[in-house]
């Protein structure tokens, strides 16, 4: 089951305004590929006005990367992380280029870019020079390594950050090769952290009358999530190894084969050891002192988890979860995200939603991942084709009459 999400958008076009959080915002989205765009999508689904200033010729490298194709040339890829914002063609190359790029940054709030550190200077639209321009403006740069130290000039990809950071050397099965998290956690940390702060410097400059500078980086946020792995390392001294799918902080909190599949169930506390004993009828692990409190059982937890394993392939899985959400033990199937999708639970918590492209028709996309009570988020823009509201910005920054002039000078083409 999806959520129709073109109640609020009407075949690509802008829906009337609510009064979202972040309407009166704007944001200049000049990044590419995943952690810029991710972090500006969200401002937008607030109800921030977002404008994608894309590079003449094929725009953000995600328009023809990433892999599949549905019906146009634009990735599915780009689609899932664009929706909610406008796109316009700058070539910032030029002189008329970055005319056209300075009178939107004199009515912007917010600038987000995820070049390399130096690039977004070159094309003088670094912070420095706008904020000549824009005192108030906050900038908002997302790069691999951040804008200062020995690894600020390394290009930067989430598989580089996780690998950089440590997140690679504690994942994957112990004595394996290591393993990568599928879910991209430089990039899309990177996005959540430079919207954290973005909205903080937006809160600080109402007080002071200016904005400032944020440098984010992948490799920062891949280590900053690291919490447990780095409390591991500096309690005991020793770089944290793999555990599959154990915790770190808790025993037994793993995954399980049942006799019909796979299962994960989570004791991560006293009273829950004892309620999971229970439900597996075997007291005598209470009483041995080898399992009596949590920091006994993370040191043998191999030991433990073949005996529990033993008593799991007795029984199915669904019988398994039942059991112990009976219990009030923590478990669940480990499902695949085709499972997930087309779930109850996703369903009820709106998290399929089908909007309009002009070009793809009806697409899914993933819905809201928080939920506001009074001023839920909306779906106004499809994710933009290429150039498709050039002419209209053009006309808000009051320079149609001047279009052609500027065409000419290389403004919006190589």
């Known amino acids: 089951m999806t959520i129709d999400a073109t109640q609020t958008l009407a075949h690509g076009q802008a829906a009337s305004p609510a009064a979202l959080p972040l309407s009166h915002l704007r944001v200049i989205d000049l990044s590419q590929v995943m952690a810029g765009p991710f972090c500006c999508m969200l401002l937008g689904d607030m109800g921030a006005d977002v ?14 990367s990433m892999g599949f194709r549905m019906k146009g040339t634009d990735s599915p890829g780009f689609l899932a992380l664009n929706r909610n914002k406008r796109s316009m063609v700058i070539n910032l190359k030029t002189q008329a280029g970055r005319k056209v790029f300075y009178r939107l940054a004199e009515t912007a709030d917010i600038v987000v870019e995820n070049g390399r550190p130096g690039v977004a200077a070159k094309l003088g639209v670094d912070y420095e020079t706008l904020s000549a321009i824009n005192p108030r403006l906050v900038y908002a740069s997302i790069s691999g390594f951040g804008q200062t130290g020995p690894w600020s ?12 950071s440590g997140v690679m050397s504690a994942m994957g099965i112990p004595g394996h090769e290591p393993v990568k998290s599928g879910v991209p956690v430089g990039d899309l940390g990177a996005g959540l ?36 792995e780095t409390t591991e390392l500096w ?23 049942a006799a019909d599949g796979k299962f994960v169930v989570g004791a991560a506390n006293q009273k829950l050891w004892q309620a999971f004993c229970s439900v597996i009828e075997r007291p005598d692990l209470l009483a041995d002192p080898r ?12 030991a433990l988890a073949e005996e529990l394993q033993q008593v799991f392939l007795l029984k199915s899985v669904d019988w398994w979860v039942e059991a112990f959400l009976a219990a009030g033990v923590p478990a669940g199937p480990i499902n695949d995200y085709g499972q997930v999708v087309e779930s109850e639970h996703a369903a009820a918590r709106h998290m399929v939603m089908e909007i309009y492209h002009p070009v793809e028709g009806r697409i899914r996309t993933l819905g809201f991942p928080v939920k506001l009570s009074h001023t839920p988020q909306q779906v106004r823009y499809a994710p933009p084709l290429l150039a498709e509201h050039t002419d209209e910005l053009l006309a808000e920054l009051g320079l149609t009459g001047e279009r052609e002039a500027l065409a ?7």
């Open 51 to 64: 404008i994608k200033v894309e590079p003449p010729g094929d725009g953000d490298q995600t328009r023809k």
């Open 153 to 164: 000039q390394r290009p930067g990809f989430d598989l580089i950050a996780q690998a950089m």
């Open 193 to 228: 952290f430079a919207v954290y702060a973005i909205l903080s410097a937006i809160i600080g400059r109402d007080k002071t009358g200016r904005g400032q500078f944020i440098d984010a980086s992948l490799f920062e946020a891949a280590l900053g999530l690291s919490i447990w």
């Open 235 to 257: 309690a005991t001294g020793k770089s944290p190894q793999p555990l599959g799918t154990a915790n770190r902080m808790s025993a037994p909190y793993q995954a399980f084969t």
């Open 291 to 302: 399992y009596s409190e949590n920091s006994d059982r993370l040191r043998n937890r191999h």
């Open 408 to 414: 000419r000078a290389g403004a919006f083409t190589p």
